[in-house]
């Protein structure tokens, strides 16, 4: 069964850093284009950054670029997102989404449920 | 960055009616567009890819169309499964855009 399942979010003060994982399960990461995906307060959706299947190639949103971090576990499976010198205005629901092709297509056909990051002094 | 303006806001319908939702893009995205569907507290759902096609195991009823900076997403005879927020999603450029989204509520 194919599954993502996002953790590691919660409340931070401004400057923080926080580290959010996806386990994923029912397909090798290896074998696919991974992202992060997050959705504000307001509803609005931002593509966030990529990784290829091999882990080399990545990309990233100006609004994160230089305090974000993409990685992948092929050992475990799993998708990081390393944030760090966060602001208020990276509160938002953080989902981990699979790309639908092995090369970059980007459009996002499975989804984990979300982990939370709220940014607060 | 490709704006995307979808139109519009909320759509108030009934069930078995037919809905017609709108994107547009401030520039040319051929036909990279996708739409999605988002129910409370879950995730995005993939329904549509590249302004056509459906993703698998999307209903008939579900349909996109357009090219360019002009797209539509139909949904034939509304299921109550159906109300949700609906966005459509360009990968022509970097980054990918989303749209503010449409709500299709029960009317």
């Given amino acids: 069964q194919v599954q993502l399942v996002e953790s590691g979010g919660g409340l931070v003060k401004p400057g923080g850093s926080l580290r959010l994982s996806c386990e994923v399960s029912g397909f090798r990461i290896s074998d696919y284009y991974m992202n992060w995906v997050r959705q504000f307060p307001g509803k609005g959706l931002e593509w966030l950054t990529y990784v290829n299947h091999d882990g080399r190639s990545t990309n990233y949103a100006d609004s994160v670029k230089g305090r974000f971090t993409i990685s992948r576990d092929t050992a475990k499976n799993s998708l990081v997102l390393q944030m760090n010198s966060l602001e208020v205005e990276d509160t938002a629901v953080y989902y981990c989404a699979k790309d639908s092709g092995v090369r970059l297509v980007g459009y996002m056909d499975v989804w984990g449920k979300g982990t939370r990051v709220t940014v607060s002094s | ?107």
């Avoid at chain 2, 005879?77 to 509520?105: H, I, M, N």
Wanted: hydrophobic share 30%; charged share 15%.
């Fill in chain 2, 1 to 107: 960055e490709i704006v995307l303006t979808q139109s519009p806001a909320t759509l108030s319908l009934s069930p078995g009616e037919r809905g017609t939702l709108s994107c547009r893009a401030s520039q040319s995205v051929s036909t990279s567009l996708a739409w999605y569907q988002q129910k409370p507290g879950q995730a995005p759902r993939l329904l549509i890819y590249d302004a056509s096609n459906r993703a698998t195991g999307i209903p008939a009823r579900f349909s996109g169309s357009g090219s360019g900076t002009d797209f539509t997403l139909t949904i034939n005879s509304l299921e109550p499964d159906d109300f949700a927020v609906y966005y459509c999603q360009q990968r022509s450029d970097w980054p990918g855009t989303f749209g503010q989204g449409t709500k299709v509520e029960i009317k």
